[in-house]
Each structure stands twice: as C-alpha cells, then as structure tokens.
C-alpha cells in the first residue's frame, strides 16, 4: 500500500520565509536588525579620524596665523631699528614702511609681542588645580627621602610615592592614567640631593635642574624642634626672569603650584643671580 504525504504550499512558504529570515530578526519581529561588532567599530574609528582632521586643520590654520603675525612683527622691528639709528630702509620694505610706520603707534610698549598659543602647554593653567607627584631615585638614601618630604610640605596638592622597581615608562604611564599634571623625580649623588626633573603631562615640557648646597630644614635648627611649616597656597616672587629663557623656566615652576588666596602670608622666592637661580 503507498503512503501519500500530502504537503500544504502555505506552509512551505512560511517555511522558507523562516529560513531567508536574517538570524537576528527572529524573535524580534518589528526591530531592525543589531549592528555587528566589526560595524561598529569601523564608525567609532571614522568619526576619530574625522575629529584628528578637523584639529588637524584648525592646528594648521592657528599656526599660519601666528606665522602672518610673526612676520608682521618682524617688520616692525626692523622699521622701529631704521627710525632709532637713522639707517636706510631694507629694500624689500620700502613699499610698505609707511604703513608700518603708522602701525607703530598702535603697539604698547609692555607688550610680549606674538605669543605662540596653540602650542602652550599651560593655556588651561590655572582653571583646575594641579596634581603632582614626588619621587625619587631607585634605592634612594636616608637624607634624599627627608628632602622629597620636604618638597612635599613645600608643594601643596602634592603626594609623594615610594619608586620601589618601578620604571620611568610605568611611571609616566600611571600618571597618565590619573591626571597627574606633573611628575617630579629627585636624585642623588653619594646622600646628597643634586638634580630634580620635572615633567609636565601629558606632552612636556620637561626642565632637569642641578642642585647644590641643598639646606633642609633639620640643617636649620637641629636642636630646636621644627615649626609646623604651612599648608597655605603661596605667593610666588620671580625675579630677574624677563628672558625668553627665563620667562619658559618661570611657566614650569610657576604652575607647580596653585592660585594663592589674597588672604595667604606664606612666600616663595627664585631668584636669577648669574643664570643661577637661588631658592628660598
């Protein structure tokens, strides 16, 4: 006897319609289908190379900015040089020294001329307070540890770790990864402190400064006990620091330490005597 299967056409196509059914729309009927992991980080990946262009050209266009104004600069000193010593005009300048000549009355004698901007690693100084953390050489001796608590009393909204094994690239690595703002790393040479680094994050600038004739506070009143010294924001003097040079050095050591209240009576002084810069 044969057996005969009889077989609904609807249901093979409701059959079929299951099967060309995108996997992920099964049980999810009305829903769009969920974007791969790959898609997504292939949109993730472009939107960041479009951020990085557009910084890029408004990078490029600052600095040509700053480049129009250097130049603009530069002309007027060499017509403001022409009209103290009674020398010729440069040739190329002499179709446009007039209009630089009227120019002239528009600067201000106090000014700092063109200041690069975009390549300040300080223009958001001053908006929060910085972090910064002290530490030492490796195997650091007695007399180097009592100096890098010293400099922790004298830098408020500083910590200062224990180096232990750590490398200078794990090192900058961590403080990377918890906003430190700058690292500085004291040195030694047979006890005695002689050099200190410091570095800002996350791009530099990075000063090295040598020490000498190192005075800690136990040096001062050894038999005395010490004062509690104060925790209170400073006032900072910079003197003799009106160079190009010294001006870069005065923005290091300067944003080391956070904006004073009014009301503060604690003072830090650097002093350039001879390109020496005495602390105090």
Known sequence: MTKVRVVD???????????????????????KPQADIGDRITVAVAGLLRRQARLRREYIY??????????????????????????FVPPELRQEALNIHK??????????GVVNHCDDEYRWAGVNDPKII??????????????????????????????????ETELMNAARAND?????VLNETRGNPDGLVVCHLPFGPTAYFTLSHAVLR??????????????AFPHLIFHNMTSALGRRVMSILKYLFP???????????FSNTGDVLSFR
């Open 218 to 231: 136990h040096d001062i009143s050894k038999e005395s006990p010490l004062a509690p010294m104060s925790q």
């Open 62 to 87: 600052r600095k040509s900015i700053e480049q129009r104004d250097q130049q603009i600069e530069e002309k007027k000193r060499k017509i403001r040089n022409v009209l103290e010593t009674g020398d």
């Open 180 to 184: 430190i703002t700058d690292v500085i």
């Open 9 to 31: 056409n609807s249901d093979l196509g409701k059959q079929a319609k299951v099967k060309n059914r995108h996997p992920r729309m099964i049980g999810n009927r009305g829903r």
């Open 134 to 167: 002290i530490t030492t050489s490796r195997d650091p001796s007695s007399r180097l540890r009592q100096f890098a608590q010293e400099m922790h009393l004298l830098i408020p909204n500083s910590q200062r770790i224990n180096r232990g094994n750590c490398q």
């Open 103 to 112: 120019k002239l009355g528009w600067d201000d004698k106090g000014a700092d």
């Open 259 to 269: 904006v004073p209240k009014d009301s503060s009576k604690r003072l830090v002084t």
